[in-house]
T-cell receptor
Framework: AQSVSQHNHHVILSEAASLELGCNYSYGGTVNLFWYVQYPGQHLQLLLKYFSGDPLVKGIKGFEAEFIKSKFSFNLRKPSVQWSDTAEYFCAVTPSGNTGKLIFGQGTTLQVKP | EADIYQTPRYLVIGTGKKITLECSQTMGHDKMYWYQQDPGMELHLIHYSYGVNSTEKGDLSSESTVSRIRTEHFPLTLESARPSHTSQYLC???????????FGSGTRLTVV
């Protein structure tokens, strides 16, 4: 069965620290990849997405992610986090060409200390 | 501004009651989805729709039902709520061929 695994459940960082959140998926075919963020009390928002082309994608708020096909990974990075990045982060996958069903990872809670 | 709306935001209800969670979008998206999310867990797809009069069950079995009589409206109904239904329910939509999913703010349901 298709699945998405996020390695870190809870991450605590100080401001200006670098961030990398791991995401691996299990699906042998072509996939579309997403990172969503959910700030406290708010709805899920799209951070960035990968469909094709350059495997290094840049999203909003200084986030980027790299798709490594051989490793089935799509890790999220940010060079210097801010207190306002405190949120829950979800990696999601949808196999290309299907109904568009998103398969989510279990989420990573990021807490940034000022 | 185009958006996706879920009501109510919070709901506490007694066991055995029938409830309907509302989801409406103003973007004309043809595909709509319902996800269930328990605290600290991933989102699980419970229902989806390709368009009007189309509904399918998702990957996670659910006792809820959905309907899609109008493009913009995708309500979810529990005929007899139970404490095991306590969860957060998220509605989402997208347009075929598009790459963006838009999520609602969710309904946090507590069944006592």
């Amino acid at each position: 069965a298709q699945s998405v695994s996020q390695h870190n459940h809870h991450v605590i960082l100080s401001e200006a620290a670098s961030l990398e959140l791991g995401c691996n998926y299990s699906y042998g075919g072509t996939v579309n990849l997403f990172w969503y963020v959910q700030y406290p009390g708010q709805h899920l928002q799209l951070l960035l997405k990968y469909f094709s082309g350059d495997p290094l994608v840049k999203g909003i708020k200084g986030f980027e992610a790299e798709f490594i096909k051989s490793k089935f990974s799509f890790n999220l990075r940010k060079p210097s986090v801010q207190w306002s990045d405190t949120a829950e982060y979800f990696c999601a996958v949808t196999p290309s060409g299907n109904t568009g069903k998103l398969i989510f990872g279990q989420g990573t809670t990021l807490q940034v200390k000022p | 501004e185009a958006d996706i709306y879920q009501t109510p935001r919070y709901l506490v209800i007694g066991t055995g009651k029938k409830i309907t969670l509302e989801c409406s979008q103003t973007m004309g998206h043809d595909k709509m989805y319902w996800y269930q999310q328990d605290p600290g867990m991933e989102l699980h797809l419970i229902h989806y729709s390709y368009g009007v009069n189309s509904t399918e069950k998702g990957d996670l079995s659910s006792e809820s039902t959905v309907s899609r009589i109008r493009t913009e409206h995708f309500p979810l109904t529990l005929e007899s709520a139970r404490p095991s239904h306590t969860s957060q329910y998220l509605c989402a939509s997208r347009v075929t061929g598009g790459d963006g999913y838009t999520f609602g703010s969710g309904t946090r349901l507590t069944v006592v």
